[in-house]
């Protein structure tokens, strides 16, 4: 037989609670019209509905940019775990 690789479920970890985070805050804050349906503070004469969203935009990125990192680092963190679990043949704690 075969010998298949060992599947296991994801885990939750605090890094993977902030990614998720980051990810989630622009739809929040996109999703709650009524926080910025309003045209005052303009700012330098454009309407706080328009600059608002512009600003998310700006924020959104940032925050993407985080996480992707965030999960880069978490993946990394991960296969060396594994491959050191592997090279001593027991599991990584």
């Given at each position: 037989m075969s010998s298949s690789p060992e599947v296991r479920p994801p885990v939750v970890t605090p890094v993977r609670v902030i990614i998720g985070l980051c990810l989630v805050?622009?739809?929040?804050?996109m999703l709650w019209v009524g926080s910025y349906a309003k045209t005052d503070?303009?700012?330098i004469?454009?309407?706080f509905f328009y600059w608002y969203q512009m600003l998310w935009v700006l924020i959104s990125t940032a925050l993407t940019m985080t996480a992707y990192k965030?999960?880069?680092h978490d993946q990394r963190s991960r296969a060396a775990g594994?491959?050191?679990a592997s090279a001593t043949g027991g599991e990584a704690k």
């Open positions: 805050a622009p739809f929040v804050a503070p303009a700012f004469g454009i309407p965030l999960w880069q594994d491959s050191s």
